[in-house]
């Protein structure tokens, strides 16, 4: 039993070896990342549909592996989550800024804006944070041999997802304003 109340929100989660929709329980005033960088090294989830892996949204119905009332599952094999509720930065809003970047996991990535510490480098920030973080305006992207990433349209959109630092296999950032991002990775 929680000792504090908690809210039940709808999650999504992805691992590489299954998608869980379900419940996950947040205290009120915190986030998704919040919870998943707790100290507790399970996420409890309550009406949980367990499917094969992938990133489609919404599966087809012979994806469905199995449900259960409650699955524990392990934080450190989450590699994002969709829905919850985003985490809201511990620091003025003065003192950070917001950088785009894209996660990439397999034949997808993930695209938004995550918020950093003003004048910290990048890689120095990614390698001392807390694994999970709130990337804002996510879109979900599916990579394809023949076309450069700038080409691609989103498969889908989110205000918000909760990505997993540590799961992405790779972390690229997006050019700047006035780049010609064909002339980078994304191009």
Known sequence: MYRQPREALEARIYTQA?????????????GTADLLNGEKPY??????LIYTPGFRHPPEAGELKGSTGFLALRKERIQWVAGGKPAQPRTSPALLEERRLAFLFGDYLLSGRLQVPKGVRLSDYLSQ???FQTLLEAGLYLLLPDRPI??????????FVTVNLREAEAIAEAPGEGHDPRLTLFG
């Open 150 to 159: 700038v080409d691609l349209a989103p498969l889908e959109r989110f205000p």
């Open 18 to 30: 299954y998608r869980i929709y379900g419940l996950i329980h947040l205290v009120p005033g915190t």
């Open 129 to 131: 944070t807390k694994p």
């Open 43 to 48: 996420l409890p989830v309550t009406g949980a």
